[in-house]
T-cell receptor
């Protein structure tokens, strides 16, 4: 079983739509959670951290449910430029320097 | 801006060759990482280093070794390349663990390696 699981998609949505991705993680001791974004043929970049109380950054909202061990990302008012692969990322404990990446969910926003 | 550079964008090697992938970062980061990325499998950690001459195995170290002689440079070595090592290789760096420095990793552009 993968440590971080995501629906690979693709999610094809029209401009202006609201879209949500979920991700589940297997290690209940996981401490830190993030969403990274990876454009086609580019490197991953941090999109946002995910906090226990949920957090928002413009059109993006991230939520964490520790009891069910899942993380979500909501994108409102989708733009063409949001087309990318979104990677769910977990750091398993405070002593571990490495991050564990999900395989990503591909989003295609269409005009 | 943090800059992580990798020596090649594309590389083609033959089975059995020794392959060196170089990564350099210019932000004085303590931590450096090597991943490979394959379709459906995501990024998998090969090795990482938290200091000069220090290294730790990641999740898939078999068939690879690393070298970190200088803080800014982290090399991935394939001692004898095999076809199943054909992949996209990504290097990353991150600051120290203080003040959440571990939480963001900065990636290089990647090296697409093909082993024939």
């Amino acid at each position: 079983r993968k440590e971080v699981e995501q629906d690979p998609g693709p999610f094809n949505v029209p401009e202006g739509a609201t879209v949500a991705f979920n991700c589940t993680y297997s290690n209940s001791a996981s401490q830190s959670f993030f969403w990274y974004r990876q454009d086609c043929r580019k490197e991953p970049k941090l999109l946002m951290s995910v906090y226990s109380s949920g957090n928002e950054d413009g059109r993006f909202t991230a939520q964490l449910n520790r009891a069910s061990q899942y993380i979500s990302l909501l994108i409102r008012d989708s733009k063409l430029s949001d087309s990318a692969t979104y990677l769910c990322v977990v750091r398993e404990d405070t002593g571990r320097r490495a991050l564990t990446f999900g395989s990503g969910t591909r989003l295609q926003v269409q005009p | 801006d943090v800059k992580v550079t990798q020596s090649s964008r594309y590389l083609v090697k033959r089975t059995g060759e020794k392959v060196f992938l170089e990564c350099v970062q210019d932000m004085d980061h303590e931590n450096m990482f090597w991943y490979r990325q394959d379709p459906g499998l995501g990024l998998r950690l090969i090795y990482f280093s938290y200091d000069v001459k220090m290294k730790e195995k990641g999740d898939i170290p078999e068939g690879y070794s690393v070298s970190r002689e200088k803080k800014e440079r982290f090399s991935l070595i394939l001692e004898s390349a095999s076809t199943n090592q054909t992949s996209m290789y990504l290097c990353a760096s991150s600051p120290s663990s203080l003040a959440g420095g571990l939480n963001e990793q900065f990636f290089g552009p990647g090296t697409r390696l093909t082993v024939l």
